[in-house]
Nanobody
Framework: QVQLVESGGGLVQAGGSLRLSCAAS????????MGWFRQAPGREREFVAAITWNGYKTYYADSVKGRFTISRDNAKNTAVLQMESLRPEDTADYYC????????????????????WGQGTQVTVSS
C-alpha cells in the first residue's frame, strides 16, 4: 500500500547541484521516518540523510554535511534532498526509504530498519 516514487537524478558536473524528490503515498500511520541512501558500484549501501515524521529533526552522514539538505514538503507529502557542491565520489544510485516508526540516531543509519523503498534514481557527477 505504501509507495515511494523518486525523481530528479541525472548527470551533473563537479560543483553542481541536483534536487531529488521522493513522493510517498498510502501512508496512514505515524510517527515515521524518511531517509535517503546511496549505493555506488562495488560498494555497500550507505546512509545519506534522514528526516523525522514531523520534519523537525534532520540527520546527515559526515560525508555530506554542509552540502546536502533534506526537507519535507508536507502539502505534497514529499521528501526532498537538495544536493550542492557535488563531487565525483557522490556518484551512486540514490534510494528513498520510509520507516514506520521513530528511529534514533544509530538506527536511522541502518538500511535494515526501513520498511519501504523507492525504485532508485541515478546520480552521476563528472570530474
Amino acid at each position: 500500500q505504501v509507495q515511494l516514487v523518486e525523481s530528479g537524478g541525472g548527470l551533473v558536473q563537479a560543483g553542481g547541484s541536483l534536487r531529488l524528490s521522493c513522493a510517498a503515498s498510502g501512508v496512514t500511520f505515524s510517527p515515521f521516518t524518511m531517509g535517503w541512501f546511496r549505493q555506488a558500484p562495488g560498494r555497500e549501501r550507505e546512509f545519506v540523510a534522514a528526516i523525522t515524521w514531523n520534519g523537525y529533526k534532520t540527520y546527515y552522514a559526515d560525508s555530506v554535511k554542509g552540502r546536502f539538505t533534506i526537507s519535507r514538503d508536507n502539502a505534497k507529502n514529499t521528501a526532498v534532498l537538495q544536493m550542492e557542491s557535488l563531487r565525483p565520489e557522490d556518484t551512486a544510485d540514490y534510494y528513498c526509504a520510509l520507516s514506520a516508526g521513530f528511529l534514533g540516531n544509530a538506527r536511522l543509519q541502518d538500511s535494515a530498519r526501513y520498511n519501504y523503498w523507492g525504485q532508485g534514481t541515478q546520480v552521476t557527477v563528472s570530474s
